[in-house]
């Protein structure tokens, strides 16, 4: 452990986070909701949605307990980790819940295509693991509590292939997963501008995480370059 590794891991998540709201989510949301109600409309209701999602990020983030980081202490700045990592958590698996949705009905429609997508979107869990390990990890002491909830958050695409083999005509909309997409963007963007790079862009680490930020940023894109 080091301070400069927490802190380059940090601002690898923020940028993992920020990456996939801005250029895969709030995009795709958008688009949707403008074919539906038109550029103007769909671009508000797009923006709307976002920060419903940043309040609600913002509410959970004050229901769970944490301690305040005193300057003058001498402690890390990294007491409050485990309250990123159960944040990161949760946003990271209402991501995968409509990923895991989108891939089965892929799938069923065609096996080839489901795959591909299914290929891609497993490429880029990998840094979103990482965003959601490390913090747990860190806070708990514990590798394997930090890969368990990874796994957690990772568990939630497989329950969405289930929730969409079995009730996703009855209870599913295209506008439904339009609105959760856009609302997961916002929580990542509160998980990654309130929690990940305040103590990522520290002063006695800066440079690090300037440069985890930008590794996640870029790796991010790469993956979703690679979607279908």
């Given at each position: 452990?080091?301070?400069?590794?927490?802190?380059?891991?940090?601002?690898?998540?923020?940028?993992?986070?920020?990456?996939?709201?801005?250029?895969?989510?709030?995009?795709?949301?958008?688009?949707?909701?403008?074919?539906?109600?038109?550029?103007?409309?769909?671009?508000?209701?797009?923006?709307?949605?976002?920060?419903?999602?940043?309040?609600?990020?913002?509410?959970?983030d004050r229901l769970?307990?944490?301690?305040?980081?005193?300057?003058?202490?001498?402690?890390?700045?990294?007491?409050?980790?485990?309250?990123?990592?159960?944040?990161?958590?949760?946003?990271?698996?209402?991501?995968?819940?409509?990923?895991?949705?989108?891939?089965?009905?892929?799938?069923?429609?065609?096996?080839?295509?489901?795959?591909?997508?299914?290929?891609?979107?497993?490429?880029?869990?990998?840094?979103?693991?990482?965003?959601v390990a490390v913090?747990?990890?860190?806070?708990?002491?514990?590798?394997?509590?930090?890969?368990?909830?990874?796994?957690?958050?990772?568990?939630?695409?497989?329950?969405?292939?289930?929730?969409?083999?079995?009730?996703?005509r009855s209870l599913?909309?295209?506008?439904?997963?339009?609105?959760?997409?856009?609302?997961?963007?916002?929580?990542?963007?509160?998980?990654?501008?309130?929690?990940?790079?305040?103590?990522?862009?520290?002063?006695?680490?800066?440079?690090?995480?300037?440069?985890?930020?930008?590794?996640?940023?870029?790796?991010?894109?790469?993956?979703?370059?690679?979607?279908?």
């Amino acid at each position: 452990k080091s301070e400069k590794l927490i802190t380059i891991s940090l601002g690898f998540a923020a940028g993992v986070m920020l990456s996939v709201s801005f250029t895969d989510l709030f995009p795709n949301a958008r688009d949707s909701l403008t074919a539906w109600g038109g550029s103007k409309v769909g671009a508000l209701m797009a923006v709307v949605a976002l920060a419903g999602g940043i309040a609600l990020a913002g509410g959970i983030d004050r229901l769970v307990p944490h301690d305040e980081y005193d300057p003058t202490s001498g402690e890390a700045p990294h007491k409050n980790l485990f309250r990123v990592g159960f944040v990161s958590t949760l946003a990271i698996g209402l991501h995968n819940f409509p990923e895991g949705i989108a891939t089965f009905m892929a799938g069923y429609e065609d096996i080839t295509l489901g795959l591909t997508i299914a290929l891609a979107i497993a490429l880029h869990n990998i840094p979103e693991g990482l965003a959601v390990a490390v913090p747990f990890a860190y806070a708990t002491n514990s590798r394997a509590k930090g890969a368990l909830a990874a796994l957690v958050s990772g568990l939630a695409e497989p329950a969405g292939a289930l929730v969409a083999l079995f009730l996703f005509r009855s209870l599913f909309t295209p506008g439904f997963l339009t609105g959760t997409m856009v609302l997961v963007a916002g929580i990542m963007v509160w998980v990654a501008l309130a929690q990940l790079l305040p103590t990522a862009f520290a002063p006695a680490h800066r440079l690090p995480g300037i440069l985890g930020a930008a590794a996640g940023c870029l790796l991010m894109l790469l993956g979703i370059a690679a979607l279908p």
